[in-house]
Protein backbone atom coordinates (compact mmCIF):
# COMPACT_ATOMS: atom_id res chain seq x y z
CA UNK A 1 0.00 0.00 0.00
CA UNK A 2 3.02 2.20 1.24
CA UNK A 3 4.90 1.83 -2.14
CA UNK A 4 1.47 2.27 -4.41
CA UNK A 5 1.09 5.68 -2.67
CA UNK A 6 5.01 6.34 -3.36
CA UNK A 7 4.12 5.31 -6.90
CA UNK A 8 1.05 7.36 -7.52
CA UNK A 9 2.94 10.57 -5.56
CA UNK A 10 5.96 10.17 -7.93
CA UNK A 11 3.70 9.84 -11.00
CA UNK A 12 1.58 12.87 -10.11
CA UNK A 13 5.12 14.77 -9.17
CA UNK A 14 6.39 14.37 -12.90
CA UNK A 15 3.29 15.56 -14.48
CA UNK A 16 2.90 18.55 -12.34
CA UNK A 17 6.59 19.24 -13.64
CA UNK A 18 5.91 18.48 -17.05
CA UNK A 19 2.93 20.74 -16.55
CA UNK A 20 5.00 23.96 -14.96
CA UNK A 21 7.52 23.88 -17.41
CA UNK A 22 5.28 23.52 -20.76
CA UNK A 23 3.34 26.36 -19.26
CA UNK A 24 6.80 28.33 -18.24
CA UNK A 25 7.75 27.77 -22.21
CA UNK A 26 3.77 28.73 -23.35
CA UNK A 27 4.03 32.34 -21.31
CA UNK A 28 7.49 33.28 -22.08
CA UNK A 29 6.86 32.84 -26.04
CA UNK A 30 3.33 34.07 -26.09
CA UNK A 31 4.80 37.25 -24.46
CA UNK A 32 6.89 37.61 -27.09
CA UNK A 33 5.17 37.25 -29.67
CA UNK A 34 2.45 39.59 -28.46
CA UNK A 35 4.75 41.94 -27.77
CA UNK A 36 6.47 42.03 -30.42
CA UNK A 37 4.41 40.81 -33.86
CA UNK A 38 2.85 44.19 -33.68
CA UNK A 39 6.04 45.80 -33.98
CA UNK A 40 7.23 44.46 -36.81
CA UNK A 41 7.49 46.64 -39.71
CA UNK A 42 9.60 46.94 -42.95
CA UNK A 43 11.90 49.76 -41.59
CA UNK A 44 13.53 47.10 -39.18
CA UNK A 45 14.64 44.97 -42.02
CA UNK A 46 16.13 47.98 -44.09
CA UNK A 47 19.71 46.97 -45.81
CA UNK A 48 21.08 49.94 -43.62
CA UNK A 49 21.09 50.84 -40.10
CA UNK A 50 19.94 54.31 -39.09
CA UNK A 51 18.81 55.90 -36.13
CA UNK A 52 15.23 56.62 -37.20
CA UNK A 53 14.54 52.81 -38.82
CA UNK A 54 16.99 50.92 -36.04
CA UNK A 55 17.20 48.01 -38.97
CA UNK A 56 17.99 44.51 -37.16
CA UNK A 57 19.29 43.63 -41.07
CA UNK A 58 22.76 44.14 -40.16
CA UNK A 59 23.04 42.52 -37.01
CA UNK A 60 20.81 39.31 -38.83
CA UNK A 61 23.89 39.09 -41.43
CA UNK A 62 26.26 38.94 -38.46
CA UNK A 63 24.68 36.65 -36.44
CA UNK A 64 24.61 33.86 -39.24
CA UNK A 65 27.97 34.81 -39.84
CA UNK A 66 29.20 34.71 -36.47
CA UNK A 67 27.57 31.40 -36.07
CA UNK A 68 28.27 29.37 -39.53
CA UNK A 69 32.26 30.58 -38.35
CA UNK A 70 31.95 29.94 -34.78
CA UNK A 71 30.65 26.14 -36.01
CA UNK A 72 33.51 25.92 -38.62
CA UNK A 73 35.86 26.26 -35.51
CA UNK A 74 34.38 24.59 -32.78
CA UNK A 75 32.62 21.23 -34.99
CA UNK A 76 35.68 19.67 -35.81
CA UNK A 77 37.32 19.97 -32.90
CA UNK A 78 35.13 18.96 -30.61
CA UNK A 79 34.10 16.09 -32.94
CA UNK A 80 37.59 14.78 -33.56
CA UNK A 81 38.67 15.09 -29.63
CA UNK A 82 35.44 12.93 -28.99
CA UNK A 83 36.48 10.36 -31.20
CA UNK A 84 39.76 10.46 -29.55
CA UNK A 85 38.32 10.07 -26.32
CA UNK A 86 36.19 7.55 -27.12
CA UNK A 87 37.65 5.14 -29.96
CA UNK A 88 41.86 5.80 -29.60
CA UNK A 89 42.28 6.83 -26.29
CA UNK A 90 43.37 3.85 -23.85
CA UNK A 91 40.47 3.03 -20.88
CA UNK A 92 41.79 4.97 -17.66
CA UNK A 93 43.89 7.02 -19.21
CA UNK A 94 44.79 10.02 -17.08
CA UNK A 95 44.84 12.61 -19.77
CA UNK A 96 40.91 11.67 -20.44
CA UNK A 97 40.53 12.03 -17.31
CA UNK A 98 41.95 15.74 -17.15
CA UNK A 99 40.19 16.11 -20.53
CA UNK A 100 37.26 15.67 -19.52
CA UNK A 101 37.25 17.33 -16.02
CA UNK A 102 38.21 20.52 -17.71
CA UNK A 103 35.10 20.20 -19.88
CA UNK A 104 32.61 19.91 -17.63
CA UNK A 105 34.54 22.85 -15.55
CA UNK A 106 34.60 24.84 -18.86
CA UNK A 107 30.91 24.25 -19.51
CA UNK A 108 30.27 25.90 -16.06
CA UNK A 109 32.08 29.58 -16.40
CA UNK A 110 29.95 32.32 -16.89
CA UNK A 111 29.93 33.97 -20.17
CA UNK A 112 31.05 37.33 -18.93
CA UNK A 113 34.69 35.36 -17.94
CA UNK A 114 34.59 33.81 -22.13
CA UNK A 115 34.21 37.39 -23.02
CA UNK A 116 37.09 38.86 -20.92
CA UNK A 117 39.57 36.33 -21.91
CA UNK A 118 38.63 36.80 -25.54
CA UNK A 119 39.24 40.25 -25.12
CA UNK A 120 42.26 40.49 -23.17
CA UNK A 121 43.53 37.64 -25.69
CA UNK A 122 42.29 38.70 -29.17
CA UNK A 123 41.27 42.04 -28.85
CA UNK A 124 44.19 43.47 -26.64
CA UNK A 125 46.86 40.70 -26.81
CA UNK A 126 46.89 39.68 -30.12
CA UNK A 127 45.41 43.33 -31.21
CA UNK A 128 42.97 42.52 -33.26
CA UNK A 129 40.34 45.23 -32.30
CA UNK A 130 36.55 44.11 -31.89
CA UNK A 131 36.25 42.04 -34.49
CA UNK A 132 33.86 38.97 -35.95
CA UNK A 133 36.85 36.56 -35.88
CA UNK A 134 37.72 37.56 -31.87
CA UNK A 135 33.91 36.85 -30.61
CA UNK A 136 33.75 33.99 -33.55
CA UNK A 137 36.96 32.18 -31.51
CA UNK A 138 35.41 33.15 -28.27
CA UNK A 139 32.49 31.75 -28.35
CA UNK A 140 34.23 28.13 -30.14
CA UNK A 141 35.70 27.86 -26.75
CA UNK A 142 32.18 28.53 -25.03
CA UNK A 143 30.53 25.87 -27.02
CA UNK A 144 33.62 23.24 -27.27
CA UNK A 145 32.95 21.52 -24.20
CA UNK A 146 28.49 21.34 -25.23
CA UNK A 147 29.68 19.69 -28.87
CA UNK A 148 32.64 17.15 -27.09
CA UNK A 149 30.27 15.91 -24.72
CA UNK A 150 27.51 15.61 -26.78
CA UNK A 151 29.50 13.91 -29.37
CA UNK A 152 31.45 11.59 -27.19
CA UNK A 153 27.69 10.52 -25.63
CA UNK A 154 26.69 9.81 -28.96
CA UNK A 155 29.46 7.79 -29.78
CA UNK A 156 29.42 5.37 -26.91
CA UNK A 157 25.13 5.08 -27.88
CA UNK A 158 26.86 3.26 -30.92
CA UNK A 159 26.54 -0.41 -29.90
CA UNK A 160 29.92 -2.44 -29.97
CA UNK A 161 28.43 -4.94 -32.47
CA UNK A 162 28.97 -2.41 -35.57
CA UNK A 163 32.57 -2.23 -34.41
CA UNK A 164 32.72 -5.66 -34.14
CA UNK A 165 30.94 -6.47 -37.41
CA UNK A 166 33.17 -4.33 -39.02
CA UNK A 167 36.66 -5.43 -37.60
CA UNK A 168 35.20 -8.80 -39.02
CA UNK A 169 34.51 -7.71 -42.64
CA UNK A 170 37.97 -7.05 -42.74
CA UNK A 171 37.59 -2.56 -42.21
CA UNK A 172 40.69 -0.73 -40.43
CA UNK A 173 39.98 1.14 -37.53
CA UNK A 174 40.14 4.77 -39.50
CA UNK A 175 37.60 3.08 -41.70
CA UNK A 176 35.36 1.65 -38.87
CA UNK A 177 35.25 4.84 -37.48
CA UNK A 178 34.31 7.06 -40.01
CA UNK A 179 31.74 4.76 -42.11
CA UNK A 180 29.99 2.96 -39.52
CA UNK A 181 30.46 4.77 -36.05
CA UNK A 182 30.18 8.43 -36.79
CA UNK A 183 27.44 8.25 -39.36
CA UNK A 184 25.08 6.08 -36.15
CA UNK A 185 26.02 8.90 -33.75
CA UNK A 186 25.32 11.78 -36.30
CA UNK A 187 21.49 12.45 -34.71
CA UNK A 188 23.35 13.07 -31.18
CA UNK A 189 26.16 14.60 -32.79
CA UNK A 190 23.55 17.13 -34.16
CA UNK A 191 21.70 17.52 -31.05
CA UNK A 192 24.88 19.07 -29.56
CA UNK A 193 25.06 21.61 -32.31
CA UNK A 194 21.59 22.90 -31.84
CA UNK A 195 22.72 23.61 -28.61
CA UNK A 196 25.46 25.13 -29.59
CA UNK A 197 23.86 27.66 -32.18
CA UNK A 198 21.05 28.50 -29.52
CA UNK A 199 24.13 29.33 -27.61
CA UNK A 200 25.91 31.08 -29.73
CA UNK A 201 22.68 32.99 -31.57
CA UNK A 202 21.73 34.24 -27.40
CA UNK A 203 25.03 35.53 -26.60
CA UNK A 204 25.18 38.90 -25.58
CA UNK A 205 27.74 39.29 -22.72
CA UNK A 206 31.22 37.36 -24.55
CA UNK A 207 30.00 39.59 -27.97
CA UNK A 208 30.02 43.30 -26.39
CA UNK A 209 34.02 42.69 -25.26
CA UNK A 210 34.78 40.60 -28.69
CA UNK A 211 32.83 41.81 -31.50
CA UNK A 212 31.63 45.14 -30.72
CA UNK A 213 28.78 46.97 -31.01
CA UNK A 214 28.69 48.55 -34.13
CA UNK A 215 25.62 48.78 -36.30
CA UNK A 216 26.82 47.79 -39.64
CA UNK A 217 27.96 44.49 -41.50
CA UNK A 218 31.58 44.47 -41.63
CA UNK A 219 33.84 44.50 -44.56
CA UNK A 220 35.81 41.67 -43.39
CA UNK A 221 35.75 39.08 -40.47
CA UNK A 222 38.22 41.61 -38.70
CA UNK A 223 35.42 44.81 -38.20
CA UNK A 224 33.09 44.84 -35.91
CA UNK A 225 29.58 44.40 -35.93
CA UNK A 226 26.51 43.43 -33.29
CA UNK A 227 24.67 40.35 -33.62
CA UNK A 228 20.73 39.95 -32.84
CA UNK A 229 21.12 39.65 -29.21
CA UNK A 230 23.55 42.91 -28.77
CA UNK A 231 21.13 44.75 -31.34
CA UNK A 232 18.04 43.57 -28.76
CA UNK A 233 20.01 44.42 -25.81
CA UNK A 234 21.04 48.39 -27.19
CA UNK A 235 17.62 48.62 -28.23
CA UNK A 236 16.55 48.48 -24.68
CA UNK A 237 19.44 49.78 -22.45
CA UNK A 238 18.51 52.98 -24.63
CA UNK A 239 15.58 53.09 -23.58
CA UNK A 240 14.10 54.98 -26.59
CA UNK A 241 12.98 52.37 -28.92
CA UNK A 242 11.93 49.03 -26.42
CA UNK A 243 9.05 48.28 -29.08
CA UNK A 244 11.47 47.22 -31.77
CA UNK A 245 13.30 45.06 -28.85
CA UNK A 246 10.73 43.09 -28.87
CA UNK A 247 10.20 42.95 -32.96
CA UNK A 248 13.80 41.58 -32.93
CA UNK A 249 13.31 39.38 -30.04
CA UNK A 250 10.64 37.76 -32.59
CA UNK A 251 13.02 37.73 -34.98
CA UNK A 252 15.73 36.14 -32.60
CA UNK A 253 12.96 33.46 -31.49
CA UNK A 254 11.71 32.23 -35.00
CA UNK A 255 15.13 31.90 -36.36
CA UNK A 256 16.08 29.64 -33.04
CA UNK A 257 13.21 27.65 -33.70
CA UNK A 258 13.16 27.24 -37.33
CA UNK A 259 17.55 26.05 -36.93
CA UNK A 260 15.99 23.59 -34.48
CA UNK A 261 13.03 22.13 -36.97
CA UNK A 262 16.19 22.22 -39.40
CA UNK A 263 18.55 20.24 -37.31
CA UNK A 264 15.81 17.70 -36.48
CA UNK A 265 14.90 17.17 -39.85
CA UNK A 266 18.40 16.99 -41.15
CA UNK A 267 18.93 14.01 -38.23
CA UNK A 268 15.82 12.44 -39.25
CA UNK A 269 16.81 12.44 -43.02
CA UNK A 270 20.25 10.58 -41.93
CA UNK A 271 18.82 8.28 -39.95
CA UNK A 272 16.01 7.09 -42.46
CA UNK A 273 18.54 7.08 -45.30
CA UNK A 274 20.84 4.86 -42.81
CA UNK A 275 18.49 2.34 -42.48
CA UNK A 276 17.00 2.05 -45.36
CA UNK A 277 20.51 1.54 -46.77
Known sequence: MKSKIQSIAL??????????TVSTLIVIVGYILIKGIPNLSLDLFSLKYTSDNVSLMPALVNTITLTFLTLAIAVPLG???????????????????VIRLTAETLSGIPSIVYGLFGYLVFVIALGWDYSLLAGALTLSIMILPVIMRTTEEALKSVPDTYREGSFGLG??????????????????ILAGVVLSIGRIVG?????????????QIPDTLMGSGRTLSVHMYALWVEGLKTKESYATAVVLLVIVVGLNALSSYVAKKITKGKNNG
Open 171 to 188: AGKLRTVFKIVLPSAVPG
Open 11 to 20: RYSVYLAAIL
Open 203 to 215: ETAALVYTAGTVT
Open 79 to 97: VFSAIYLVEYAKRGNRLVK
